[in-house]
Structures are given as C-alpha cells and as structure tokens.
C-alpha cells in the first residue's frame, strides 16, 4: 500500500526536522547555489557543523553544487557529539556519517566532533601530526580510532585550509549549524571568526536550539558587521534591525508558534533557523539570494510561482 505523505508538521525519519523545515532550509541551500554556481573562478567550500541527522541535508546540498569547472564545489560535514545523533539503527552521530559517506566522493570531507577527519588516526600525545590526512581503508574506521585527550577544536581555517596560505579566491557560500546547545553553536562560529570577519562565508543557517538567546546570536554577528534574518515558509525577514523590545515581541507572538509560517511541529521551537548574511556587500550573488527565496517559496499570495510573472497579489484569482 502507498504510504501517506507526510504532512508539513510532520518529523522526517532520521532526522529531527519537519518536512516543511527541510523544504525551507533546502530552498535556501537552493537559492544560495543558484546564486553562486555561475561563478567558476573561485574555489567554492559548503560546510555543515554539528551535523545530528547522518547528512542527510548536506547530502541534498551537494546536489545544487555539481561538479563543473576547474574547482570541484567541496563538502566539509562536522559530526555533532554522539549523544546527539538521531540515527534510527542507532548509529552514532560520526558512524552515520561514514555510513552515508563511505570514501566514494573525493568531494565530501568527514570529520568528527572535534575536526579530525574521519577514519585517520588524531594528533598524537607529543603533539606530532601521525599524518591525519590520510583515510584508512575501513568504511567505519571511526569507531576504532584510538582515544585521545586532544578535543580541541581548531579554528575552521585550520580544519579545511590546513596546506593553504592564500585564500583570497576561496569562498563558502553557505555554512549550517546544527545543534541542541548555543553555547556549543557559539564555539563553532568562534572557530570560524577569521573567515566571518572577511566575509568569506557568506551565509549562515542556525538551527533554533532549545536554550537560544536570539539577542545574543543578533549581537554576534553585528559585531561582524552580518544582518540576521529569521527564516519563514515564505520569506526571509530581517530582525537585527529591531530594537530589542519589539523583536522579544515578535519571537514571542502566538502565530508564529503555526507550521503554516515554519513548517515547525510543537514540539520544536519556533522560528525553526535563523540567517545571517554580510552587510553592505553588493556582490551581485548576495544580493539575489533573498529574492530567489521569496520569489520561489510557492506560498501565500503569490501562489506556486515559476517566474515573476507568474506571482499575484494575495486573494486576486489567477487569469
């Protein structure tokens, strides 16, 4: 028998996102590709850190960002810590990366928690590289990788440009960051400042964890000259702009606790990801990726949408 479609507020399995979540965050990812993607002269990074659901998004990523060109789109996948994978079998968070990921793309990058590549060896004790650049063999080599005291994480530079000086034709375009802790999403961005504050990552996706300050996360990337966004089922909406008071009223607003804003079941905070973007770039990229999301979103009032042309002013009937 067929099996009923999910619907919006629906959990997806493997995962702890809703199908609507997945459709907005997706959209962005595709707006963002579709922005960057003509452009072949530089080299092009997508990272996903503290990743919980196996993969299973950045592997959707990957698709916006074919192979082409003379820089290959790479894909760097952070593994959150195991407590909080949500793999069905059990998995933890690194295994079901290895899974997902077993060595047959040289453009996926694995890493664990603490930013050693998966399935090689960690820095030894005397503080010597044992050569963590190269894979081992086994598709689960994680798991066997020996202990080690060194759970530092290092800076984002360092984990994906270690043999790398010049970065001045390198770019991310987009950045996610999972999590059930800001206090951990916090340490992630920190590990990322350098590349914040040259704006070569360009866009930030932040799942809303459970114990977010949003005015903290709003006061971060102001300090790195970012706007932060809220994103919606329809459009992305600015928030940094808002004294505190108003925004405080804003989060708080019964209507937005709706799946028909979010795509959110009621059991996950609301809004469900939040965006920051650099300000006062006029890349002609950056400045597309705001309108692609709202012309494309297929909701409210202007109806399933293919091109401009085809948008209509909320409750006019359709010719």
């Not at 933890?92 to 899974?99: D, M, Q, V």
């Not at 809303?208 to 909406?237: A, C, E, W």
């Not at 890349?283 to 399933?304: K, N, P, R, V």
Request: glycine share 8%.
């Amino acid at each position: 028998a067929n099996q009923p479609k999910p619907t919006m507020d629906q959990v997806l399995e493997n995962t702890h996102r809703t199908k609507g979540q997945v459709e907005i965050i997706t959209r962005l990812i595709s707006s963002v590709a579709d922005s960057f993607r003509p452009n072949l002269k530089i080299e092009q990074h997508i990272v996903f850190a503290g990743t919980r659901d196996g993969g299973n998004l950045a592997q959707d990523a990957l698709i916006y960002w074919p192979a082409r060109g003379s820089h290959t789109t790479q894909l760097h996948i952070f593994a959150a810590e195991e407590e909080e994978s949500y793999d069905a079998l059990e998995y933890g968070a690194l295994e079901s990366l290895e899974n997902r990921f077993d060595g047959s793309s040289s453009r996926v990058h694995v890493y664990d928690a603490y930013g050693n590549i998966a399935g090689a060896e960690p820095h030894g004790e005397d503080g010597e590289d044992d050569d963590t650049t190269e894979l081992l063999q086994s598709q689960h080599a994680g798991q066997n990788r020996r202990q080690t005291t060194n759970t530092n994480l290092p800076t984002l530079t360092e984990a994906l440009f270690p043999y790398e000086e010049d970065l001045k034709d390198v770019v991310i375009p987009y950045m996610h960051i999972d999590g059930t802790s800001m206090a951990k999403q916090l340490e992630i961005l920190g590990k990322g400042r350098s590349l914040l504050a040259d704006h070569s990552i360009v866009v930030v996706g932040i799942e809303h964890s459970p114990d977010m300050d949003v005015s903290i996360l709003v006061d971060f990337f102001d300090s790195l000259n970012y706007k932060t966004f809220m994103l919606g089922l329809r459009q992305l909406t600015r928030i940094d702009n808002l004294c505190p008071e108003v925004m405080e009223n804003v989060l708080d607003h019964p209507s937005l606790s709706s799946h028909a804003f979010f795509g959110s079941a009621t059991t996950t905070r609301t809004p469900p990801f939040f965006v920051a973007m650099p300000k006062g770039r006029h890349a002609m990229e950056e400045m597309t990726i705001q309108h692609m999301y709202d012309l494309f979103s297929g909701s409210g009032g202007g109806g399933q949408v293919k091109t401009a042309n085809d948008r209509k002013a909320p409750g006019q009937k359709k010719k």
